[in-house]
């Protein structure tokens, strides 16, 4: 796993070897209104899917991205990646501007209009990756194959996609975020104060770190009712060992 230190200390992550500057990791109070987790995720989970299931051609999955959100719903998903950046990068200056050739970027610039990030085809994989991580959200998979034939079929394949996280997410998208909060909350014997400042990574490791101490103590409990039967081949799996980091 990436920027391990960084996910448990909730500290920024430092991308400037990439040309993307230094990203905030999004905390509770920051899905606490009227966006949700799984919409702020949707961007970079699409373009994670279109790589996987190769949509993109390798080096363009910035080009394909603005040129799908240009062409589809009045660019609604152009829209929504400039808003989550500006959360990102805790900034309102992040503009979609033309170069020369007309190759598009995202700038990203400070509040006293210094450049700090410039996102295109060869950094914008790596953005999207990292915001996995970052949301503790899991990489897509390969779907079954599916016969491409030029461009047409590869939009309809983009559609496709998106059209199905909406309709995955469209009943629970809230609730389950929600639920994470007020059981971590409880779990704590606190309030919302508490959690609040949480980064989202941190919230899910605290959240998965307590539902494996409860299933370890509920075999602990079953081995001395003698009801469960543990040997080498059949251990207590430790909460320790189902949740520990490793770097890449």
Known sequence: MKYTKQLVSGR???????????IKQLRVDDFMGELDVI????????ERLWKVNGLLEEGTSFTFYIAFSLQQQQGELLDELIHYLTMLYKTEKVTLEAFHNNE??????DDNGKMIAVIDDSNFDVLCET??????YPEPVKKEEEKIEGDEETLKLFEKYQKEYDEKHK?????EFEEIVREVIHTRKGTYEDVKNLTVWQL?????TYVYMENERFEKSLVASGCYKVDKN????????????SRN
Not at 39 to 46: G, V
Not at 204 to 208: K, P, R
């Open 131 to 136: 915001i996995m991580i970052i949301s503790n």
């Open 104 to 109: 598009l970027k995202v700038i990203v610039r």
């Open 234 to 245: 059949n251990p207590i799996k430790r909460w320790q060992d189902q949740t520990k980091l």
């Open 204 to 208: 899910n490791d605290a959240y998965m």
């Open 171 to 175: 009943s629970n998208k809230t609730i």
């Open 39 to 46: 919409d702020f995720i949707k961007p970079f989970y699409l």
């Open 12 to 22: 920024d992550i430092d991308l400037t070897q990439h040309n993307l500057g230094v």
